[in-house]
């Protein structure tokens, strides 16, 4: 079902915003399936018509002025199918209203743009629908996954041996350039490092994962297959393998799908989920070695456990927070307290 928005030009009066709303909403289709229908009306569409959604669930606002063109060599960030949070990237939506004034368009934004707010208004299940929601977080109005524990596992890093394919293909690309061994990596962007060691070096390790049959050819870290597998054929739990492709995507995510199938079998092809935001998609527990996972969501679903690496051993964890210090350390455990949290 696509949802458009409603736009009304309301002209300047000493109307309540109530009776904006109301003027606004007045003669609007009902949607029959979800059991919405404008006040003061019984009548319903046709089933398979398209209609405009009509509830409280749905938020009026002034919408916001334009921005100012981006300036030169700046891209304009994209906000589409966005609501307004105060998010990066995200466009604001809301301003404050007055009852008199020029003519502003009214636009109605549904909250299932951002699936918490849906929790507050009325249409808990108009989210659901789009299978984003946590049962962690979706309140007394959501069914529960039945038990089932939802872990999300990092891939470079945590599965492949980004670190060390990573430092054997820079020096025998560029074997008369320092490096970093593997026991002095500091943070989680290689490229940074390499470019406090030299300036031009920067660019030279980006190169190296941006090329040709980088990521097929990472070795497995030690126990990471046999550990995946053996989750994998737990009972009640949901295993996906959640990994953020480079931007330079000519090779990375081909060669991500190919790794996966060369170690882990075809079957395992289906549990892929490929993100540059991994706070939007919804789980239990997610196993990555990135010791700061931001985006859209402020508060992600899943708890994030540290996969320890090279470059975030020397990190000091406040609790709640904890490690998985390798795949021979005891992942089931882990496992085992969040399903009985």
Known sequence: MDFHSVQVNVAPSMETDQDRVDRAL???????????????SSDSPPVGARTEPTNPGFEAAPAAASPPPPGPGKEKPSTAGLASSGAPGEEATAASTSAAGPAWPMTFTSRILRPQRALRGSLPFLALATGCLSPRRAGSGCAPRGGRLRVLVDMDGVLADFEGGFLKKFRAAYPDKPYIPLEDRRGFWVSEQYRQLEPDLSEKAISIWESKNFFIDLDPLPGAVEAVKQMANLEKTDLFI?????????????????WVEKHLGPEFLEQIVLTRD????????LIDDRPDIVGAERTPSWEHVLFTACHNKHLELLPPRRRLHSWTDDWKAVLDSKRAS
Do not use: H
């Not at 007045?26 to 003061?40: C, E, F, M």
């Not at 959640?242 to 190919?258: F, G, L």
């Open 26 to 40: 007045k003669g609007t289709q009902s949607i029959p399936a979800l059991g919405i229908s404008p006040a003061g």
């Open 278 to 285: 991994k706070t939007v998609v919804s789980g239990d527990l």
């Open 242 to 258: 959640c990994t953020s492709p480079i931007k330079k995507y000519r090779y990375c995510p081909y060669e991500k799908y190919a």
